[in-house]
């Protein structure tokens, strides 16, 4: 009863909310991943309201399998699996639990917990370093649930290393170590890249609550080196404005794309905003394109075969139909076309909420925390091509209305 009464209480925080070092404790296989071309296309989908992660059919989307999430020994604690990645070239993956604190770490093939890592506080995304086989670990946003986030970490990423074939614990990654940086509160957005115009990786976040945004060169060395930049110029910190709550970000041709929910309360409206981060320079802002503030931007994902960006619309439960996904295009500059691709919302859709994209760019698939469905779209067209709405549905027997958050799909072909 008290696990059902959380599963409740959690569900209706993320249904009506305005959105999002231990010791290793491995069960399961302990050895490396999977040899690559074996692994079937599965299509990963946590579902935050009953402890799962459900793997489906990218096709189909019928379901092949079910993995319980159970990484705390508390049975009075919910782990609430928030957010998956893929680590093909390894063969894992990889899935964060908000609530209890944990990332866990998967065999791609078997689907068989490798390990698990208890980290600082509330983790919420993951970046991904194939080549070197590294985490980075995002904070969640307080939402006034009275989380309990250490202010020692507050400020900063957690970095896990899997190269031994379990995660560890690295040094995390200051954001606020900076003279003229006070505070980086909850850095949500993060997103990792190699492929750039500067030397070594490129890891970039956003501050939720301030309005700030950073890039951290990662070298081969171990070392980081971070600067700052407002989204909105003349501010200086520690000022913390609180209007435009930059929510996700991904990179491509040296650009990174913030996904913006904006504030009704200050006037600010949802956008997406392109900065340049890959050049040999300090990031410097390019190009915005500006929603209706009901649109309440979520994630976002960038295409592998052109220039175009696909945006989460969660929508406002008081304006039916603003929920739904939007394709916006960008030029060489980074500068956005005037109009969008394509937008396709729907009263069907109920605060839509992850998004990923197949390797081929064809066909994008969204998650819902409001309904439990997972939705296929054509990525050229916006064309819905198929739902499957009982992925959710299910928690300890009883038949539960579910809360889909993370999503993502392997990319071999």
Known sequence: MPRLFLFIFTAIFFISCSEEESPSSGSGDSGGGSNINEVPEKLYVCDQGSDRVVILNPSSLEQIDVVSIDFDSDPMQMDVPHFVVIDEDNGYWFVTTFQSGFVGMY?????TLISTIEVSSSPALLAVDQVNQKLYVSRMMDMGMGMDMEMEMAHKLDVLDYSSGELEANDPVCLSNEVDILEFPEPHAISYTSNSDRTGGVLVTASFTADWMSRTDVYDSGLFNT?????????QAPVVVNELFPLAVVQKDNFAFFSCSGSSDANVNAQVQSWVVGELSDPVFRSKFEFDTNSKLWHIIESPISNHIFVVLSGDSEDPGSAGVACLSYDSDGIFADELIWETTSSSYDTLHGITISSDGSTLYVSSRGNG?????D???GEQISVNSDVGMMMDGMMMMGSLSGIAVTQSE
């Open 373 to 377: 469905s997972v939705y296929a779209l």
């Open 227 to 235: 600067v700052h930049q407002p989204f909105n110029d003349g501010e």
């Open 379 to 381: 990525a050229i067209t």
């Open 107 to 111: 065999s791609l093939d078997a689907d």
